[in-house]
């Protein structure tokens, strides 16, 4: 079983940058899809952006152009670097797989203010 921990969320005003991280426990990360989601109350959680165990990489047409998702394997920890950052983008951010899901961790919140 992998564990989960996000971290790296915060207060930004718009058009800032955040950058968050997931540490993962388990050997055998580097072969995993993993992904980043966020959730905003009332709403159910939807996925901002991917990357496979080769590196390639997907993202939600919202984020597209702001967002970047990468991983080093060696920590690992995949990471998520969010520029240009809106009002709508507030949520609480989480990681977990791809194609296979664990218990999800506690997430990291992310407020951008206007």
């Known amino acids: 079983q992998v564990q989960l921990a996000e971290s790296g969320g915060g207060l930004v005003q718009a058009g800032g940058s955040l950058r968050l991280s997931c540490a993962a426990s388990g050997s055998t990360f580097s072969s995993l899809a993993m992904g980043w989601y966020r959730q905003v109350p009332g709403k159910q959680r939807e996925p901002v952006a991917t990357?496979?165990?080769?590196?390639?990489?997907n993202y939600a047409d919202s984020v597209k152009g702001r967002f970047t998702i990468s991983r080093d394997n060696a920590k690992n920890t995949v990471y998520l670097q969010m520029n240009s950052l809106k009002p709508e983008d507030t949520a609480v951010y989480y990681c977990?797989?791809?194609?296979?899901?664990?218990?999800w961790g506690q997430g990291t919140q992310v407020t951008v203010s206007s």
């Open positions: 990357i496979n165990s080769d590196g390639s990489t």
């Open positions: 977990n797989g791809r194609i296979i899901r664990f218990d």
